[in-house]
């Protein structure tokens, strides 16, 4: 069955914009993922501008689909988006909450199998209480997104349940706020059913998923660890076919991809 999503129909000549590029080991990873057979529909959390992660994911997608994966979607009726709709097997759904970010991605993927969803995953009294934010981690970042970020969300209904629900997905990976991560976590095992096979984290290590990985930690039950950043003897190695860290393309921040038990 397609899934059926409103695609951008101008022609703005929009350039690549993104932090985990192509050439990186987490980018590597997470394409030679999406290029498998068991891994046909991708979440993702953090769009961001879309030529990071998200590039990385949809030309696997795009690559290792048949070709008749997307058709033109049918015409707009009643309650159905304006403008032109694709229909795809096999995509990636993106969720980004920062309209300008979202827009850029929108053009700029326009011609891949990706669905760029703007909306927020959460609520915004989801969010990580400013009570509970360590105060080492009240910096610059602290300062200038989350008041910011929680007026966005507190305007917008949270898209991440209704879409978990609504469509299977067998890799989800979470890249969005600092403040929602435990959240998001939260909802995916929640409202997927049954979860992704696949879970990936970026910016491990940090106050958006430290808490995520002490749970796995804890609940081997759930999600087993395949491979980490910099980790050649883990069972998921040979999705980099065992090449250390210093073979890729610099990137600082830390990531994890699990597989569910």
Known sequence: ERVCFPVD??????????????GTSFGEALGALAARRDVQRVLEVGTWYGGGTTLNLAL??????????????????????AGPTRCCRSLVVTLEAYEPAWAHARAFLRHLPVWPVLGTTVRDTEMIPESEIP??????HF??????????????????????????F???????????GWAEFQTLLRACRPPPLFLALH?????KTRRITAHLAEH????????????????GCVLLRCRPERAFAPNSAGWAIYVRT
């Open 9 to 22: 129909s101008g022609n703005a000549n929009v350039s690549a914009k993104g932090q985990v590029t192509p």
């Open 60 to 81: 696997a997608v795009k690559c290792t689909a048949p070709r008749d994966n997307c058709v033109p979607g049918p015409a707009t009726g009643p309650g159905a988006p």
């Open 135 to 140: 105060p080492e981690e009240k910096g610059e």
């Open 143 to 168: 300062r200038l997104y989350y008041a910011r970020d929680r007026a966005i969300m507190a305007a917008m209904e949270p898209r991440l349940g209704p879409l978990c629900a609504a469509h299977g």
């Open 170 to 180: 067998d890799l989800a990976l979470l890249d969005g706020n600092e403040y929602t």
């Open 203 to 207: 910016d491990t290590g940090t106050l």
């Open 220 to 235: 081997r039950g759930e999600y087993e660890p395949l491979i980490a950043k910099g980790d050649t003897a883990a069972p």
